[in-house]
């Protein structure tokens, strides 16, 4: 059973930093396609940023220069660092493999 559990979510700044961590397992960790996806207050749920096995990386244009995303496959663990946090940036954020989709980690950025 694929099993996927977002924490490091919560309350920070603007211009704050948070770093989101996934643990995975139930799957061969090391040669999956992995995302981060988010959903706003509202909203639909819309990719933040994904992850070759090999470690290519890609990011929606609102993440891209503020978000890192990295793997561990030693670990199956999957990060999302999270910098220069804007109150846009508000929302629940899942990671994923291919359908599944854990249980997500509130981010809420206020001031």
């Known amino acids: 059973e694929v099993q996927l559990q977002a924490s490091g979510g919560g309350l920070v700044q603007p211009g704050g930093s948070l770093r989101l961590s996934c643990a995975a397992s139930g799957f061969t960790f090391s040669s999956s396609f992995m995302t981060w996806l988010r959903q706003p207050p509202g909203e639909e749920i819309e990719l933040v940023a994904s992850?070759?096995?090999?470690?290519?990386?890609n990011y929606a244009d609102s993440a891209k220069g503020r978000f890192v995303i990295s793997r561990d496959n030693a670990k199956n663990m999957l990060y999302l660092q999270m910098n220069s946090l804007k109150p846009e940036d508000t929302a629940v954020y899942y990671c994923?493999?291919?359908?599944?989709r854990g249980q997500g980690t509130q981010v809420t950025v206020s001031s």
């Open positions: 992850i070759r096995p090999e470690g290519n990386t």
């Open positions: 994923s493999r291919s359908s599944a």
